[in-house]
């Protein structure tokens, strides 16, 4: 059978989503009209966009069989009992400067900031108290960016039915030591979840936001398509963490977009483990002289899980510089794709850019695409870019071997020392020390399954 999906007619929506539309829009209808407006504006494209093929240079060995969402439910919500266990289990951080807990996008728990911070006039909210307390913020900058590397129809979707996710607002020269996390729970078979993430540091603010994407049932099918939005004023820094652990039947898209000013700094980590096709999209655009960008990512896959990894690195200003690592370790007959780009704009002179993708391969059947490029319109600049595939040094496996550390141990420890590089990022130790045991439950569970 044939994996590509041709492109449906325009305006050929499932009439199950048709009316899920309309009962969310219901839902909304004491929301103000703009938001709304944005919403019906948003169906329209997500309805005239074609759905993705293989004709499509963004789509490119891409596996598109199960991108079709007729069999996922857009009105799901969790039953009530189920609300103070995930609660409990929302734990990656034990201190922290505010934090939220959402289950199938309803809001479950919220920790809002301290009163000192609060006085400082640090806002963290969610998206639908934010829309009555904070409308100027929400028009000005939310989906400000325009997704560009091949979700447009998926983003689109997004912003029809989001309700869901956070706002973070940090003022001029506020600095904010502890970190805030956000954990986004799918609990319903079959269910939706569309969480959404905005941040915006205003000059020399700091901060740390950690968001947790997690499924209550593990085996238990779902949709996720997340998008978040992180705005870097003049010499802010922030440091942004992404856990992706949805149901390993899950299918899942997760947008991220980071903007720079002048001098900023930007740090983003993402850690990814569930779904069976998991779609990450990262473009920065460094608009801002002097400015700075680290995109860091891990992705361990199993079984036949595809990790399809899309990236933009856009210089539009001079002595800017962006640093991008994705390291992969495939095992069984999983897949992962690696497109990234640099495109450097003419006036981004002095632009020192570097993008590596590393993967690691655990099986003969298990497959690794890289398609790394260049686009430079600067006549002084410094870029590169790379891509390795690599097995396991068998001298390094037999040495742990001839120890009597057993073969699925000794495959472990070294692909958390091919991990560290990445995970030694995370400034935060006890999340840290929670990524290092996420990844060894999930190599425990693939080791149990065999």
Not at 380 to 388: I, L, N, W
Request: net charge negative; aromatic share 8%; with cysteine.
């Amino acid at each position: 059978m044939s994996s590509t999906l041709q492109a449906p007619a325009t305006g050929a929506t499932p009439a199950s989503l048709e009316a899920a539309f309309a009962r969310h829009l219901e839902e909304c209808r004491q929301l103000p009209d703009w938001w709304l407006e944005m919403k019906r504006s948003a169906f329209e494209r997500y309805r005239s966009l074609p759905m993705p093929s293989r004709k499509d240079q963004s789509w490119r060995f891409s596996r598109l069989r199960g991108l079709e969402l007729d069999r996922f439910d857009f009105n799901s919500t969790t039953p009530a009992a189920d609300h103070a266990g995930l609660i409990a289990r929302s734990n990656l951080v034990s201190r922290t400067a505010g934090s939220m807990v959402f289950s199938d996008d309803r809001l479950i728990h919220n920790q809002p900031v301290a009163a000192e911070l609060a006085a400082q006039g640090v806002v963290w909210e969610p998206i639908a108290d934010a829309l009555q307390q904070h409308r100027e913020l929400l028009q000005e900058y939310f989906m400000a960016q325009d997704p560009r590397l091949g979700s447009e129809k998926f983003a689109a979707l997004h912003t029809a039915f989001v309700n869901a996710g956070c706002l973070l607002y940090i003022p001029k020269g506020v600095e904010v030591e502890l970190p805030f996390i956000a954990y986004h729970w799918a609990s319903v078979a079959g269910g939706t979840v569309l969480p959404h993430t905005l941040v915006i540091a205003e000059e020399s603010a700091r901060l740390t936001l950690v968001d947790a994407f997690f499924a209550a049932d593990r085996s238990a099918p779902h949709f996720a398509c997340g998008f978040n939005h992180i705005f870097a004023g003049d010499n802010a820094e922030v440091q942004y963490y992404s856990l992706q652990d949805w149901s390993r039947r899950a299918v899942g898209f997760q947008i991220n977009s980071l903007v720079t000013g002048r001098d900023a700094r930007i740090k983003s980590l993402g850690i990814n483990t569930g779904c069976s096709h998991f779609r990450g999209e990262h473009q920065s655009l460094l608009q801002g002289a002097g400015s700075h960008v680290d995109m860091f990512s891990l992705s361990v896959a199993s079984g036949e899980q595809e990790m399809d990894q899309r990236t933009l690195q856009r210089h539009l200003a001079p002595n800017a510089t962006s640093d991008l690592l994705f390291k992969n370790a495939l095992s069984d007959a999983s897949r992962t794709i690696f497109s990234g780009l640099i495109e450097v704009a003419e006036a981004a002179q002095q632009t020192d850019a570097y993008q590596t993708n590393r993967n690691l391969l655990l099986s003969p059947e298990a497959e690794a695409n890289s398609l790394p490029g260049l686009e430079i319109h600067a006549n002084d600049v410094k870029c590169s870019h790379g891509a390795t595939t690599g097995q396991i040094d068998e001298s390094e496996m037999f040495y742990m071997l001839s120890r009597g550390i057993p073969l699925n141990k000794a495959r472990e420890l070294l692909v958390f020392g091919f991990f560290e590089e990445v995970i030694g990022n995370i400034d935060e130790d006890e999340m840290a020390d929670n990524v290092r045991a996420l990844i060894e439950r999930k190599f425990h569970e693939d080791a149990s399954a065999q």
